[in-house]
């Protein structure tokens, strides 16, 4: 992972696009160990730099590196939970006005408790959706594993909302507009869906 020194532009709709390598099992037994080896150092290290630098790796590193060891993992894995939260953060650090105004929006739409859950603040800013991200990241290294990844749930679950009732505004007069802001609301309602699998299974004692 230290060979990437760049960060990368990277869409979420590139996440299942990594060719396989010659030793699927290899790989998945890698990505597994790599997961758990992170989250282990986060969660023994005292030093808050440490800490910090694991948060905000894909900032000065780029997403290529981390894309590479967890991208074909099992959506319902330790390896997939960390590479969706990791992506989900890199994408709206890349448009924090954007993901600011879908997450307002959504929390408005919504009558669930996912904004609460989300621990967002009242009244939210870019500043404060990418500290948020942040703060959800750094959950999994610190407290309650599940209740992190219930946090990043909530969070997409809320942005899919907003994006959603948005492609619906764009639909007669920006078509093309109104289907990325579909695509990209299923998107993060799958992964929503697929972090809460993720948490329960780790309250089961299940996820590897």
């Keep these: 992972m230290a ?16 060719e396989g390598g010659s030793d699927p099992a290899q790989l998945l037994r890698i990505a597994h160990d790599t997961a758990h080896a992170l989250v282990r150092r986060g969660r023994e290290t ?4 440490t800490l910090d630098r694991l948060v905000s790796y894909t900032d000065a590193n780029g997403i290529d590196a981390i894309a590479e060891l967890w991208a074909r993992s099992s959506p319902r894995s ?4 960390l590479w969706r939260i990791y992506l989900v953060r890199l994408m709206i650090r890349q448009d924090a006005a954007g993901a600011t105004h879908y997450f307002q929006r959504g929390s408005e739409l919504l009558a669930t ?3 609460i859950v989300a621990g967002a603040p009242e009244p939210i800013g870019p500043t404060e959706t990418v500290q948020l991200a942040d ?5 999994l290294f610190r407290g309650d594993f599940a209740i992190a990844l219930d946090r990043a749930a909530s969070f997409c679950r809320v942005l899919s909302a907003g994006c959603a009732s948005a492609a619906d505004d764009a ?27 993720c948490a329960r299974l780790h309250r089961a004692g299940n996820l590897d």
């Design 46 to 49: 005292q030093d808050p730099a």
């Design 3 to 18: 060979d990437f020194h760049k960060p990368t532009q990277y869409s979420g709709d590139k996440f299942d696009t990594f």
């Design 135 to 139: 703060e959800i990241l750094r959950g």
């Design 113 to 115: 408790i996912d904004p």
């Design 171 to 197: 639909d007669l007069t920006a078509p093309e507009r109104a289907t990325d802001l579909t695509t990209r609301a299923d998107r993060l309602a799958l992964i929503a869906d697929e972090l809460a699998a």
């Design 78 to 81: 330790l390896p997939g939970a």
